[in-house]
């Protein structure tokens, strides 16, 4: 027998050894949600439910094997018949077996992300000619068509939604959608997004297979239930329809995957579908210090639509969260690397130190500052910022312009206009190469003839962006790159990445940090700088896990994580919330979430930090207002304490 009331609190306690029916269990930031499910699988075992006729429901395969092998080691036996891991998982189980009944052979191959975006490149040429470069490739087709699919929406919807400067496409995008579903039934091929809407598809249009399925699983388990779309939500419904012992976890606080097609209503309506649900709170933390989950309960007060619920420490006291609004956005850069510079002076490792931030632009300064001074970083949320690919293509034209000798600035250029591939753009170069100006040259009218009439407009838009920055060069390096974007360049991001719209906010925040440079070539220069010493310093601590390195990180990437120490930069209006989610009616709400699950990553120490002005072009330095978010916790300055001039101690007088 497992001793419940010796390892799990009362919280977990009630919700383990609960008999069965509908329940959902809201599981506050490090409350031990693992935990509970861990032994509510091992009670359902030992109270005499056969483990096949348990599913477990995860977002990882790695998290339904570490649950299904801690209940095992509770249990001393072999639970392995549980039907245990993520949604896409149990789906290839059930397809299987029953593919046939949809027209498929039960032998269909699943294509991965990459198999699948070929698969829609060759629909795309077989179905549509003579493209305009403005026409979405492969990668932004199956972005569109992946999100319809699993929000349950029209393709036009979608469109209309989140790709408005697509509209002008939608017969070509809807085409192509169609004949990207044909070609995988003739093929005998599923996609990911396939095996959850051919596995709701059998439950929902089969009475027989539904019937089997249902009465098979006896209890239903689901983690993470504020991420799982409309699509997961009814293959759940769907499973539970006979015995309706379903147990949902999740935190609604933390739901925070509207982008991705989670679809936030699960868990607000689950008890409107089952009205006889019990509701379970686990309001517990193991995580963090009373000053910091007492700052986490204010930060999500004002979320009107919500499960209420106080999250409560069994730590000790602790350091009160730190407000700092250093002058400018260099400066602000400045107090984090020299704060970080002081924690691990104290002991604290650097992988135990996180700055965790809204949108990736937020980390230049930051990226940079970290960089000068030595301080070992990694980058949980994509590459640094100047070797992601739009910088890269932006700061190339200007190499151009700044030394037209330059091969593989030429290179990278030629091979984004329309219909020149590498091979095309390494011939044109060669030629470049053998005049003593090569781009006056390029400029020539003698360049069009070097290509075939298909790609003779690419080209010609690339003689007309760069005639046009030898006209700006002396210019400031805002207008530079403005410039950029409006000969073309916006228009590529648009047709060629599902996320085109934060690259543009990267290069927008790339314009107003190069106004402190002169001219290109001192700009480039930096950045060549930069870049060296980060080249060099990638040996300077151990990469494995980022135990030597401080963390780097989208909110979004850093959920389920947590350090000893959390740096939140940027907590101004427009940055958190940004700016162009707060165009959406629940934008807001999603916002504070982000900021909440931001904050409740701390263990020891927290800092929200902002810069008191900024540099905006055209109107140059402005006052910069502190996030909405942070006015929410009423910050006082205590005069018991002592701080830099910019420093605020949070909340203490409501603590």
């Known amino acids: 027998m497992i001793d419940y009331d010796g390892e799990l609190n009362a919280e977990q306690r009630r919700v383990v050894l609960e008999p069965g029916g509908p329940l959902l269990v809201i599981a506050g930031a490090g409350s031990g949600k693992t935990r509970t499910l861990t032994y509510r699988v091992a009670r359902l075992i030992e109270s005499g439910c056969p483990p096949g006729r348990i599913v477990l429901a995860t977002f990882t395969n790695k998290a339904a094997r570490s649950m299904m092998s801690r209940a095992a080691d509770l249990m001393s036996t072999e639970i392995s018949r549980l039907w245990g891991g993520t949604f896409h998982h149990l789906a290839h189980r059930v397809l299987r077996a029953h593919a046939h009944r949809l027209d498929y052979e039960n032998n269909f191959v699943i294509i991965d992300a990459d198999d699948a975006k070929q698969l829609v490149n060759r629909c795309l040429t077989e179905k549509l000619k003579n493209l305009t470069p403005k026409f979405p490739r492969s990668d932004v087709l199956r972005d569109i068509i992946s999100f319809a699919r699993n929000t349950d929406r029209r393709l036009e919807e979608v469109i209309a939604d989140r790709f408005p400067y697509l509209e002008s496409c939608l017969e070509g995008i809807m085409t192509v959608a169609r004949h990207y579903a044909d070609e995988k039934k003739r093929l005998n091929v599923m996609d990911f997004d396939d095996l959850l809407i051919n596995w709701r598809l059998l439950l929902a249009d089969h009475e027989d297979i539904l019937a089997d399925y249902s009465e098979r699983f006896r209890h239903i388990l689901v983690d993470e239930y504020q991420d799982t779309n409309i699509i997961q939500a009814d293959i759940t419904d769907l499973l539970a329809s006979r015995h309706r012992n379903i147990m949902v976890v999740g935190d609604d606080a933390q739901s925070i995957y509207a982008f991705r097609g989670a679809n936030y209503a699960n868990i607000m309506k689950f008890p409107d579908k089952y009205l006889d649900c019990k509701i379970f709170k686990l309001e517990m933390n193991y995580r963090s210090t009373p000053e910091i989950l007492h700052m986490a309960n204010l930060s999500i007060r004002n979320n009107e639509r919500q499960f209420e619920k106080s999250l409560r420490a069994v730590r000790p006291r602790g350091i009160m969260p730190v407000l700092a609004s250093p ?23 650097p992988g135990e130190i996180a700055i ?12 940079m500052e970290l960089t000068r001074r030595g301080i070992p970083f990694t980058i949980r949320s994509g590459i640094r910022f100047f070797e992601q690919a739009h910088i890269k293509d932006v700061t190339a034209y200007m190499r151009i312009v700044v030394n037209p000798g330059d091969e593989m600035a030429w290179r990278r250029v030629l091979s984004l206009c329309h219909r020149i591939g590498r091979q095309t753009a390494g011939k044109i170069w060669k030629w470049l190469a053998n005049n003593r100006e090569p781009l006056a040259i390029f400029l020539s009218d003698a360049a069009l003839g070097k290509v075939g009439a298909a790609a003779r407009p690419g080209l010609a838009g690339l003689q007309e962006l760069l005639a046009a920055l030898k006209d700006v060069e002396g210019g400031d390096m805002g207008t530079i790159i403005e410039t950029i974007l409006r000969r073309g360049y916006e228009s590529y991001l648009q047709s060629t990445y599902p996320d085109a719209v934060q690259r543009l906010e990267d290069l927008g925040q790339l314009a107003v940090f190069a106004t402190r440079f002169s001219t290109p070539g001192e700009f480039l220069q930096e950045m060549a700088l930069l870049t060296g010493i980060g080249e060099e310093g990638e040996g300077l601590a151990d990469a494995d896990a980022g135990e030597g390195r401080v963390i780097m990180s989208t909110i979004h990437q850093a959920k389920g994580l947590e350090w000893s120490v959390v740096f939140i930069p940027w907590c101004a209006e427009g940055m958190i919330p940004l700016g162009r989610a707060l165009a959406d009616p629940e934008g807001e709400e999603e916002e504070r979430r982000l900021f909440y699950v931001a904050v409740t990553r701390a263990k020891d120490q927290l800092y929200l930090c902002y810069p008191a002005v900024e540099y905006r072009r055209g109107m140059g330095y402005v006052a910069v207002k502190s996030s909405r978010f942070i006015s929410e916790l009423t910050p006082t300055v205590s005069p018991s304490r002592r701080g830099r001039p910019y420093e605020r101690w949070l909340v203490e007088e409501d603590y």
């Open 356 to 367: 965790l931030y809204r949108a990736h632009f937020h980390s230049l300064e930051l990226q």
């Open 327 to 349: 002058r400018n956005v260099q400066m602000q850069a400045e107090f984090v690397a020299q704060r970080i510079i002081e924690l691990i002076g104290e002991g604290y490792s």
